[in-house]
């Protein structure tokens, strides 16, 4: 079983939508959850860093954190055509710099 | 715009050869890392340095060596290229370990033929 899990997807919603974006995990030790975007042929760009359990917003950009469930979401609000790319959730377990990846989300927003 | 530089941005290299992938970085971060993605199996470690003068191993270096002789700098070499490693090559950066999100380049990309 992998450590992090993330649906591949592709997702493709309207312009304006909200977008739900989301990770399980198996390992109870992860306390630092972030998020990354990556467009086509560019490095992952980190779009949301949060620690341990809760929500923290950020623009269109909500990240929640639920350690209960091992679970973790990226919400996109009025989403549009420029969020059109792969989304990564990473964890780190505070201890050591292993970063434990999801193997990424496609979103396609279509205008 | 401070950031990681990558060079270069892509590459054809022949089996057999061997080619060193650049990486610096200009926010005095501690850590790097070069990472290879590929489809399907993501992000994948391959060397990292917790600080200058130190190195680590990652969850793929066979094939790969790396030095750390400063603190912006840290180079991939691949001593004697194979087509399995055709991939896409990213390096990046920390600042706390354990405790900091990693920062990336916008990638090499390369073919081994």
């Known amino acids: 079983q992998k450590e992090v899990e993330q649906d591949p997807g592709p997702l493709s919603v309207p312009e304006g939508a909200i977008v739900s974006l989301n990770c399980t995990y198996s390992n109870s030790a992860f306390q630092y959850f972030m998020w990354y975007r990556q467009y086509s042929r560019k490095g992952p760009e980190l779009l949301m860093y949060t620690y341990s359990s809760g929500n923290k917003e950020d623009g269109r950009f909500t990240a929640q954190v639920d350690k209960s469930s091992k679970y973790i979401s990226l919400f996109i609000r009025d989403s549009q055509p420029s969020d059109s790319a792969t989304y990564l959730c990473a964890m780190l377990r505070g201890t050591g710099n292993q970063f434990y990846f999801g193997t990424g989300t496609s979103l396609t927003v279509i205008p | 715009t401070a950031g990681i530089t990558q060079a270069p941005t892509s590459q054809i290299l022949a089996a057999g050869r061997s080619m060193t992938l650049r990486c610096t970085q200009d926010?005095?971060?501690?850590?790097m890392y070069w990472y290879r993605q590929d489809l399907g199996l993501g992000l994948r470690l391959i060397h990292y340095s917790n600080t200058a003068g130190t190195t680590g191993k990652g969850e793929v270096p066979d094939g790969y060596s790396v030095s750390r002789a400063n603190t912006d700098d840290f180079p991939l070499t691949l001593a004697s290229a194979v087509p399995s490693q055709t991939s896409v090559y990213f390096c990046?950066?920390?600042?706390?370990?354990?405790?900091?999100?990693?920062?990336f380049g916008n990638g090499t990309r390369l073919t081994v033929t």
């Open positions: 926010m005095r971060h501690n850590a």
């Open positions: 990046a950066s920390s600042g706390t370990v354990g405790l900091s999100p990693l920062h």
